[in-house]
């Protein structure tokens, strides 16, 4: 007998809100905790018989006797009983989870930034509360998730936090690839809407712009900082990889086996839908730790409801809910030039024909490397570090989004890197 799930359906009429396909994609993850419970179970058989091959899992032999040792003396049937109970009280508190999470009260974001400049889908925002004599800093996200995780709410915004602390922040909303963008490369997005972007930030003011970029949006600073010397100020590199065929210090799967797995899917899906659908990378996101989602949506069924605490994961789950689509050519590049091929770690990924090198950024450089980051490695950023001249290193205890939207964000991120921007101005 199947564990049963109190998972309700979604109204088919909202759909469009994010929060009623998440976790995305649903299905895959309902799948997902059903086969990694349902394993469970059937290694039960396999453990009392000794049938069990962890000649192929060396490091779990270990375990393997002292869970034989603790069985010893216990009644099997008993065992099973209570594991099945635990399986099917994992299932009801996950569905528990993504139920509330779908139900949960919301109120519509409040964005902050005023939109001053625009081309295709894309927008410049500009949180100059600071005023015209705050120093000039270009904030550059990922292509893949929505603008707003820089600035979530009036309490989690590093945009907001920015502007009071003087500078003149704008922000870069891709926004999603519409007709002008669905045939871009990555060349075209950093020689056109990003350094227009540019351009206009720069005539704003005499001052030199400084840079900041966040995650895969760092790559895009990097080249958008060697390509624009007499007009960047400095670069600050947050959670950004580089060398894509760095070790897992965890030892599991790297981002690069798993998209070999899958490459023949994703060229099929490329080649007959012109983007790489948002539900396709975050299944490849989930890929990396496939407990993960589980684990948050559980925990999240035990927490006081309603509250800030069940508020804030709300807010975040929206916005990974709320993904991009990545134009056909983007997709390539990034998951089959970075990704498959190291281009980037080896130099030899070029825009308008010439080679981004780190070496080639002049400016004050800082690199921020969460330690706890399963998106991108913290090895795959030191490289960064080891390729740009003189750059600071700051390691923090944090994850990829912990670090801007965690509870110690403001300590940890916002103040030191708003000290370091002033600094540089």
């Not at 999603?176 to 540019?198: R, V």
């Not at 599991?252 to 998209?259: A, H, I, K, V």
Request: glycine share 8%.
């Amino acid at each position: 007998m199947m564990p049963t799930s109190t998972l309700t359906q979604p109204n088919l009429k909202n759909q469009h809100q994010p929060h009623l396909m998440g976790p995305r994609p649903l299905m895959l993850h309902l799948a997902m905790q059903t086969s990694m419970q349902l394993s469970c179970w059937n290694a039960l058989s396999g453990l009392n018989t000794g049938l069990m091959n962890w000649k192929l899992a060396p490091r779990l032999q270990k375990n393997q006797a002292d869970l034989q040792q603790k069985l010893k003396n216990v009644d099997l049937a008993d065992f099973k009983n209570a594991l099945w109970l635990q399986i099917l009280n994992r299932q009801k508190q996950f569905a528990d989870g993504v139920n509330l999470y779908h139900q949960y009260p919301r109120h519509p974001r409040q964005e902050q930034g005023v939109p001053v400049w625009s081309e295709g889908a894309v927008r410049l925002l500009d949180y100059g509360l600071g005023g015209s004599d705050g120093a000039p800093v270009l904030v550059v996200p990922s292509l893949i998730n929505k603008s707003y995780i820089l600035d979530l709410n009036e309490q989690k915004s590093l945009m907001r936090f920015l502007a009071h602390q003087g500078l003149r922040p704008y922000l870069m909303d891709w926004g999603s690839p519409g007709d002008h963008e669905k045939n871009f490369n990555l060349t075209d997005y950093i020689t056109g809407p990003l350094q227009h972007a540019l351009d206009y930030v720069h005539k704003q003011t005499p001052k030199k712009t400084m840079i900041v970029g966040y995650c895969m949006g760092g790559v895009l600073a990097l080249a958008l900082t060697a390509r624009n010397p007499d007009s960047t100020g400095s670069l600050a590199l947050l959670a950004t990889p580089w060398d894509f065929h760095s070790p897992v210090e965890s030892g599991g799967l790297q981002p690069r086996q798993l998209l070999m797995a899958g490459g023949p899917m994703i060229e099929c899906v490329l080649e007959h839908s012109g983007v790489l659908p948002i539900d396709i990378i975050q299944s490849m996101f989930t890929s990396l730790d496939p407990t993960m989602t589980e684990k948050k949506f559980r925990h999240f069924a035990s927490m006081k409801q309603p509250s800030l605490k069940a508020q804030h994961f709300v807010e975040i789950e929206d916005w990974l809910n709320d993904g991009v689509d990545l134009a056909r050519k983007v997709a390539h590049e990034c998951l089959i030039g970075w990704y498959g091929e190291n281009r980037t770690a080896r130099l030899e990924w070029r825009i308008k024909g010439h080679a981004i090198n780190p070496r080639d950024v002049k400016c004050k450089s800082l690199v921020v490397i969460p330690g706890d980051d399963h998106i991108v490695p913290p090895a795959s950023a030191l490289a960064l570090h080891d390729g740009l001249l003189g750059s600071e290193l700051w390691p923090l205890k944090s994850g990829h989004i912990g670090m801007i939207v965690g509870s110690n964000a403001g300590k940890s991120l916002f103040k030191p890197l708003a000290d370091w921007l002033k600094k540089q101005a």
